[in-house]
């Protein structure tokens, strides 16, 4: 995988994880405790944009970021955010699957 497209994923992860510890996030998905949250009606209806790489992001703040599947590959992702303008943006990424840990 491309180091640049690494980097842009794990960005987005770290401002996921940061949206997720932020008790005035949106939501939280699987943290302890918590239920997954299916995605809001108002949010089902975001076009979602394929992300290609060397794609400009203007991700104002994390507010939803899907599930991976527990499988070892690649698996498509999904975030929802709002952009610098305050619009309601959603971006499908490639993601590594989380069935690869060894226990």
């Known amino acids: 995988m491309n180091i640049m497209l690494r980097t842009v994923l794990l960005s987005a992860s770290l401002i996921a994880l940061q949206a997720q510890a932020d008790s005035s996030s949106l939501y939280r998905t699987h943290a302890p405790?918590?239920?997954?949250?299916?995605?809001?009606?108002?949010?089902?209806?975001?076009?979602?944009?394929?992300?290609?790489?060397?794609?400009?992001?203007?991700?104002?703040?994390?507010?939803?970021?899907?599930?991976?599947?527990?499988?070892?590959?690649?698996?498509?992702?999904?975030?929802?955010?709002?952009?610098?303008?305050?619009?309601?943006r959603a971006l499908r990424y490639r993601a590594m699957g989380g069935g690869c840990m060894d226990h």
């Open 33 to 88: 405790g918590y239920l997954p949250i299916a995605t809001p009606a108002w949010l089902e209806h975001v076009p979602v944009e394929r992300y290609a790489y060397g794609m400009k992001l203007d991700i104002g703040k994390v507010l939803r970021v899907s599930d991976v599947a527990s499988v070892c590959g690649p698996v498509d992702a999904t975030m929802h955010y709002r952009d610098s303008a305050g619009e309601l």
